[in-house]
């Protein structure tokens, strides 16, 4: 359905702040050499941002637009707001730097996977259509440390604090789903690269728990187009898909 031509509706007619420029123009002590457009919390804007444009822009039919030439300024940004959020060494924002970090990596890989071409990269020379195997194996490692966390959450008592938490997370289970494909998808760009499929299978068990404590159709639909994909990949892998485990215990009341 096409969209109005109002002038409401177009972005450029908005002069909005990023968070926390205001309070940067309300306090004249902090150092004027630091942009406020390079706060965490403007970082973590712009990498959102950044994400639903290239969403939009892969999505969209746009006569005459170089997409090419917008994944090269799109790479390009990802670097620009790595080198600054690698300014910031506070501690009161890690959250916020491990969101804008994740949506570096996200963008990342989905350029890297709609360009199977060889488009070069500005200032580096190296094939656009191939992943950072440090940058991956980084992403990686950390996605399988936060895996097999949640593992020993599901084998430790389902009643204990650990477990309620995870338990009341149901939209967790697509951004497990999200990350399972993003796995295979960094193995897809580099068949060397099988710690992915691992990864993608540690973290199943956690997306198999959310899904049978909150079932949803829409999760049962994706969830079987996803478990195809990898099982194809564990079949060329040499690996195998472990069975579902029960989680019965979880659905118990505790008992006094």
């Known amino acids: 359905q096409p969209q109005l031509d109002l002038h409401l509706a177009k972005p450029e007619n908005y002069a909005l702040l990023y968070p926390g420029e205001t309070l ?8 004027a050499a630091f942009s406020a457009k390079e706060s965490t919390w403007a970082l973590y804007a712009r ?28 790479w390009m940004e990802t670097v620009a707001i790595e080198e600054a959020l ?6 009161g924002e890690k959250a916020t730097m491990y969101q804008a970090r994740e949506y570096l990596n996200i963008i990342r890989i989905f350029i890297s996977s709609g360009f199977r071409q060889s488009i070069p990269i500005p200032q580096s020379g190296t094939d656009f259509s191939r992943i950072d195997r ?3 194996m980084q992403w990686l490692a950390h996605q399988n440390d936060v ?6 959450v599901l084998a430790s008592d389902p009643h204990g604090m650990p477990a309620r938490i995870l338990l009341r ?5 697509w951004w497990q789903m999200n990350q399972i494909h993003r796995a295979i998808i960094l193995w897809t760009l580099d068949h060397s690269l099988t710690f992915a499929v691992d990864v993608a299978l540690n973290m199943l068990p956690i997306a198999r728990f959310i899904m049978a404590m909150w079932p949803c159709p829409e999760q049962k639909r994706r969830m079987k187009r996803l478990m195809g994909r ?3 990949v564990c079949m060329i892998t ?5 069975a579902p485990q029960s989680f019965d215990a979880f659905k118990k009341k505790p008992t006094a």
């Open 47 to 74: 990498t959102m941002l950044l994400w639903l444009a290239c969403t939009r822009v892969w999505q969209a039919y746009l006569p005459g637009y170089d997409k090419s030439d917008f994944a090269m300024r799109t």
């Open 134 to 136: 440090g940058k991956a």
């Open 24 to 31: 940067y123009a309300a306090r004249p002590d902090i150092d």
């Open 147 to 152: 895996s097999l966390q949640l593992q020993a």
């Open 230 to 232: 990898l099982q194809q």
């Open 238 to 242: 040499g690996r195998t898909i472990p």
């Open 169 to 173: 997370r149901p939209y967790l289970i």
């Open 86 to 91: 690698n300014q910031h060494s506070c501690d």
